[in-house]
């Protein structure tokens, strides 16, 4: 009974917080010919792609440590 | 946080670029004037109907004139009707004499800014007083009172390629240059690949900057000019720089002996840098050429550019060129790890 009615207030909060949200989000990109969906999408796939060359960055950070302890090993 | 001296420039690169991205989607175009109907006229009271674009006509902050022998005559409009944003009817008292055939129209606005059509109208029965002027005087270039990017007339909205496919080159340059200086480099150095395996590396990262400058030129070109390619000095000499380095390519491929090989293909490369310069940037301003910045070409020259777009521009030319030697940065050392791994054992 008590997870039905939390639950139900759940469903309704969302239903609240959704109306209001969507309000301001939705301003903005409907607005100007949807121009700023476009621009987001676009940034999301340049963001994208400099967090891919971070990541193979970092990786090769990785690797370059790695090999100098292997070459530091061998050498001893 | 001490690695943030290493890699302060890639993130510089990266904010530049999208900055240069968000600017360049959301900057609005100044207004200007598309459209000018009719084209030919004769003297005395003439209707012309005005098409903007981005204009505010309905403000009742605009004003008209045919102007001619550099906005130094003025014959002041009449507006008659405004049908809505864009469109306006405007009446004229064109005199009999006029300092030339073609009239240009200029708007100006408080809002935003001037515009100019030149050569909109052409008056068949005018009688020509060279170098006439009138006693007003108004100047014809007000800006805009918002961030604007200039409106060219052929161009339209694809002024904001210059901040892609422009960049495009500028990263080639760059890349080009970065391998240029691995291969002198090289060359000065007693022994070891390392500058050599850079040098490759920086040529192959230009290249894909070449090829997409090509493609975005292409594009652009086809709804700007109407063909995919023309016989331009600008466009063959960038294609024969993308083929001068795809060559450095096939050049490396030919010899198998490394030693030989990274000396010869460096030699090719201060060679192909140097002539990649002359038939992008010095034989296309010598000749006449279709391409806006070189041979008189009046869609946009290096006075055209106004201030509001350098100001997005120029970041995002360093923004793209950080971001290819970020590309070089990466491989040479994927390549340096590889020759590392195969070498030691």
């Known amino acids: 009974m008590n997870k039905k009615i939390a639950a139900t207030f759940c469903l309704l ?3 609240i917080l959704n109306a209001s949200a969507a309000d301001g989000m939705e301003e903005v990109m409907f607005h100007s010919g949807k121009i700023y969906t476009f621009l987001v999408v676009a940034f999301i796939v340049l963001l994208g792609t400099f967090f891919y060359m971070f990541r193979i960055d970092k990786r090769l950070v990785k690797m370059e440590q790695d090999i100098e302890q292997m070459v530091k090993r061998s050498k001893r | 946080m001490g690695n943030f001296k290493k890699y302060w420039w890639k993130l510089l690169g990266c904010v530049l670029v999208a900055f240069s991205v968000v600017m360049s989607f959301t900057t609005p175009l100044a207004a200007g004037v598309a459209e000018v109907t009719p084209t030919t006229t004769k003297k005395g009271k003439q209707l012309i109907t005005i098409k903007g674009y981005n204009a ?3 403000s009742g902050h605009n004003r008209f004139w045919l102007t001619g022998n550099h906005h130094t005559t003025l014959i002041p409009g009449t507006i008659k009707e405004i049908i809505n944003e864009n469109l306006i009817k405007v009446e004229f008292d064109i005199p009999e004499q006029l300092p030339s055939n073609n009239l240009a129209l200029a708007v100006q606005s408080r809002e935003d800014g001037g515009a100019v059509l030149e050569a909109a109208v052409f008056v068949s029965d005018a009688s020509i007083l060279a170098g006439m002027t009138t006693a007003i005087q108004m100047p014809m270039d007000q800006k805009a009172d ?5 409106f060219k007339n052929i161009l339209y909205e694809t002024i904001r390629n210059l901040n892609f496919h422009v ?3 500028f990263a080639l340059i760059g890349c080009m240059l970065i391998s240029m200086i691995r291969s002198i480099q090289h060359l000065s150095s007693i022994e070891g690949l390392k500058h050599d395996r850079s040098a490759n590396e920086g040529v192959r990262v230009g290249l894909l ?6 493609i975005t030129g292409s594009v652009w070109a086809r709804f700007t000019w109407g063909a995919w390619w023309v016989n331009d000095t600008k466009l063959n000499g960038a294609a024969i720089s993308v083929l001068i380095y795809l060559a450095y390519i096939l050049l490396r491929n030919s010899i198998s002996e490394e030693q030989k090989r990274a000396r010869i ?6 060679f192909a840098f140097v002539m990649m310069l002359v038939f992008i940037m010095i034989l296309p ?10 041979g008189g070409n009046p869609a946009f020259s290096n006075y055209d550019l106004d201030n509001n777009m350098r100001m997005i521009f120029y970041p995002a030319v360093l923004g793209w060129i950080l971001i290819g030697a970020w590309m ?7 390549s340096h790890i590889n020759f590392t791994i195969h070498n030691h054992e």
């Open chain 1, 13 to 15: 909060l969302g239903f």
């Open chain 2, 285 to 294: 301003r010598l000749t006449d050429s279709l391409h806006p910045g070189n």
């Open chain 2, 209 to 214: 900057f070449g090829f997409l400058g090509l």
């Open chain 2, 265 to 270: 293909v460096a030699v090719y490369n201060i």
């Open chain 2, 328 to 334: 070089i940065n990466l491989r040479s050392r994927m």
């Open chain 2, 167 to 169: 960049t495009m080159w």
């Open chain 2, 146 to 150: 918002h961030f604007t990017f200039p």
């Open chain 2, 56 to 58: 505010h006509f309905k």
